[in-house]
Structures are given as structure tokens and as C-alpha cells.
């Protein structure tokens, strides 16, 4: 069976970052680095970087500036605890990563994530989904207790 690949183009720092998102994420895999080829032009010796992540494939490619990372694409992380937030929140805004409202941050390659409680949809759905929208809307990174408070 086949599956869907998740294709990253970087300018030259795929390989960097795959090694950094395996790093971040519990039982994520480094796959093939292959080179470029002779001829191909491009910014890096690397063509591309296959890895995994959460069960996802993705393949890293170094296929220069033309194209850039911006909001409209972006990975959601689901975190069971706030020290699991903390953790990929932490990681992700480090060395050049910005954080961003409502749990969303880019990394120092400029991917988008969302750094999210598992829990959201459950507090979204409930009788007080307003209250808790209304206190994550005020938040960078994500407090669970206090959007449990919200949903109280």
C-alpha cells in the first residue's frame, strides 16, 4: 500500500532540519540523504533527506530560494501534558524560531507549527467552547489548566 509523503523544499538546510525534527520528536526516523547529482544545480550537496516523524514520511528537499514556508501550511503536535508543550515550544522558538498566537510557532527554518493540548477538541465542543476560544485567543503558547479553567 502506498502512503502520502509530506515534500519540505529548503534552501540547503534540509538535512539540518530533519536531523533536528528527528531529534525534537519520540521514535522519529532518519531515512536516505542522497546526494545531488552532478549537473544538478543547487544549494546544497544534498538533494534530499528522507524522515519520519510521528509515523508521517517526509522528504526533505534542497531546491533552493524560489519558494519560502509561510502560515498556510502547517503540523499540528498534539501534546498530552503541559511539560510536553513546554518541550516543543521551547524547541521550536529556539535559535531563530518565533512564536506566534494561539499556539502557533515557526521554526529557524520557518515551518509552522501548532503547538496544541490533545485536549482542545473536547474543550472546544463543550457548553463553555466560547470561554475557552476567548482564553486561547490571549495565549502564545498554549496553558492547559488555564483553558480548563475557561471550559469550568
Known amino acids: 500500500m502506498t502512503h502520502l509523503t509530506t515534500c519540505l523544499w529548503f534552501d540547503g538546510q ?8 528527528v531529534s525534537l520528536f519520540p521514535d522519529a526516523k532518519l531515512g536516505r540523504i542522497s546526494p545531488r547529482l552532478p549537473g544538478v544545480p543547487g544549494p546544497s550537496d544534498v538533494l534530499t533527506v528522507e524522515f519520519e516523524l510521528m509515523g508521517q514520511a517526509f522528504l526533505g ?7 519560502k514556508f509561510d502560515e498556510a501550511i502547517s503540523f499540528q503536535i498534539p ?3 503541559q511539560a510536553e508543550i513546554d518541550r516543543y515550544w521551547e ?3 529556539a535559535d ?5 498566537p494561539c499556539g502557533w510557532c515557526k521554526d529557524r527554518f520557518g515551518v509552522s507549527w501548532q503547538v496544541i493540548p490533545a485536549i482542545l477538541p473536547k474543550l472546544m465542543s ?3 467552547a466560547a470561554e475557552v476560544a476567548q482564553a486561547f485567543m490571549q495565549m502564545g503558547k498554549f496553558d492547559i489548566a ?6 469550568a
Not at 61 to 67: A, H, K
Not at 96 to 100: A, I, L, N, V
Not at 146 to 151: C, G, N, P, Q, S
Request: some cysteine; proline content about 9%.
Open 79 to 81: 501534546c498530552e501534558t
Open 61 to 67: 528537499l534542497n531546491g533552493g530560494p524560489q519558494f
Open 14 to 21: 534540509a538535512e539540518p532540519a530533519a536531523r533536528f525534527y
Open 126 to 128: 463543550g457548553a463553555k
Open 96 to 100: 531563530g524560531g518565533q512564536p506566534g
Open 146 to 151: 488555564a483553558l480548563e479553567k475557561a471550559a
Open 91 to 93: 524547541a521550536l522558538t
